[in-house]
């Protein structure tokens, strides 16, 4: 019995390989500065939103009736704990993670429209036609696949802003001190009364909240980006660049578009990641719904649509002048 020889593998030629080469490295330097530009956006996000959000967060974890508002939260907070460290509490824990955050954000939203075109059908793969705009759906879909692998990194971060921003609330006794010192001793204390299952409470819901968010957060900046990109009006190629203020304009659209859909998905976070003992979703839910009805779901979501604009349209600018001055110090690439 005989078997026919098989064929040589092509041998690809020296033009070829120092072409691949040539290529790889561009796409890790351009991987490089995204991960420092999306540093750079996070840490402008945080700066300008995170009063926002420590009002938003007081006002879901608390008991009906303890603040008058989102004014009264910045009033007792500032005369309890100071301007500066009082609005400010928790924000280490984000701080930190929103370099590696924002860097696997954008890591995973390119990985989902790199999916998208793989299996959508007439879709042209990234490897062959990578400038072809996908659809708004799409852009939606691969939003969506960017909050899986963000979650490991952005529940255990939630999990210890949400316990520091409301440990203020407490009156505490003379000489009494606050029951964590910072966001490594609140990872220590969980770790040890409940393990990693302690410290990663609520992941389920973060992804809940998070996919859907950012499946709207991509779409609605890949719309205005769309609309306010510079186009030629005879041909309708794009000829210039999107301004500064179009990029703000998009960030904070996309903050609020990114919110609306899921904000009593983040209440019910909320509560699950700063309640004591072993607190289930349904249980959760059933709490606030026996509290205020479908209202008690909405607790500060005032703030969070004042923080979501101004948050993101600063994510995006910080991003945008980052590739600036990385591409005025180090060229194209």
């Known amino acids: 019995m005989s078997s026919s020889p098989s064929s040589p593998l092509p041998v ?7 072409e691949e080469v040539v290529a790889a490295t561009k796409t890790t330097v351009s991987s490089l500065r995204s991960l420092v530009a999306g540093g750079v956006g996070g840490i402008c996000a945080v700066v300008v939103g995170h009063p926002f959000d420590l009002v938003k967060v007081r006002l879901q974890t608390a008991e009906k009736g303890v603040y008058n508002g989102a004014l009264d939260v910045v009033r007792r907070t500032i005369a309890r ?6 609005l400010y509490a928790g924000v280490s824990a984000p701080l930190v993670g929103v370099t590696p955050m924002f860097a696997v954000s ?4 390119d990985l989902g429209q790199s999916l998208v075109r793989r299996f959508y059908p007439n879709t042209p793969s990234s490897s062959s036609s990578p400038s072809t705009p996908l659809s708004v759906a ?13 979650t490991l990194i952005t529940a255990p971060f939630e999990r210890v802003k949400v316990l520091l921003q409301i440990q203020g609330q407490k009156t505490l006794s003379p000489g009494e001190k606050p029951r964590y010192n910072g966001g490594l001793d609140v990872v220590r204390q969980l770790y040890r009364e409940g393990g990693i299952r302690s410290v990663y409470r609520g992941s389920g819901m973060t992804l809940a909240r998070d996919g859907p968010g ?7 900046y890949e719309v205005i980006k769309r609309a306010f990109t510079p186009k030629d009006p005879v ?19 996309a903050g609020v578009a990114m919110w609306v859909p899921v904000f009593p998905v983040d209440t019910v976070k909320s509560r699950l990641q700063s309640a004591e ?8 839910v059933g709490g606030l719904y026996r509290q205020g009805g479908v209202r008690a779901f909405f607790p500060g979501i005032g703030p969070a649509m004042a923080r979501a604009a101004p948050a993101n349209a600063a994510t995006f600018l910080g991003m945008e002048y980052a590739k600036m001055g990385m591409r005025w110090m180090f060229g194209e690439g």
Do not use: C
């Open 81 to 86: 704990e100071g301007l500066a460290r009082g």
């Open 106 to 109: 954008f890591w995973g939203y």
């Open 235 to 253: 041909t309708g190629k794009v000829s210039g660049e999107l301004s500064l203020t179009a990029v703000m304009l998009g960030g904070g659209a």
């Open 277 to 284: 003992g072993r607190p289930t979703v349904r249980g959760v």
């Open 12 to 18: 690809p030629s020296k033009d070829e390989v120092k």
């Open 138 to 150: 799409q852009i939606s879909t691969a939003g969506f696949f960017s909050a899986i692998p963000m």
């Open 214 to 220: 950012s499946a709207a957060y991509f779409a609605t």
